[in-house]
């Protein structure tokens, strides 16, 4: 009788147990860079919007090197939200949006000058109007996403 309590007992904390699996999930998200020659993971703070990012760097003589590369201009802690990337099907892109879906804000962020940089937020139903893409410069090459190459 006492060993049926016990195990009534033990399948009680268990359940209970799995209940608060989802108060301490992860707070990070990873997204791969949609670039099909490009090893890169993004990783998003879910709450604070912070991003980063690691990739696959070769070193003679090892086995290689994590290359990673912290946040930069626009690319660190935003106003606390529910944050995710969605990568695009674009397969020279090697970048992500960065998205909130509490407000609808988006942004774009990718590696430059050894670190992730994101274009400020900016969210189409405010706006009003469609976005105009601003004028090309000798620093962004047409056809190449929000990535821009170095000239």
Known sequence: MRLS???GYL?????LGSLTVPAFAAPYDFVPA????LNRIYRIDR???EVSSCQYGLQEGTVGVTLCFGS?????PQAPGEYGL???RHEREGGVFRVNYRTGDMSICYVF???VVCTPQANPSTQGAPATAPAATPSVRPGTGASP???
């Open 5 to 7: 309590g016990s195990l």
């Open 11 to 15: 399948s009680s904390v268990i359940v």
């Open 34 to 37: 949609p670039q099909t020659d």
């Open 47 to 49: 709450i604070t919007g």
């Open 72 to 76: 930069g201009e626009g690319a660190g």
């Open 86 to 88: 969605v990568a695009s």
């Open 113 to 115: 000058d050894e670190k």
């Open 149 to 151: 190459q170095r000239p």
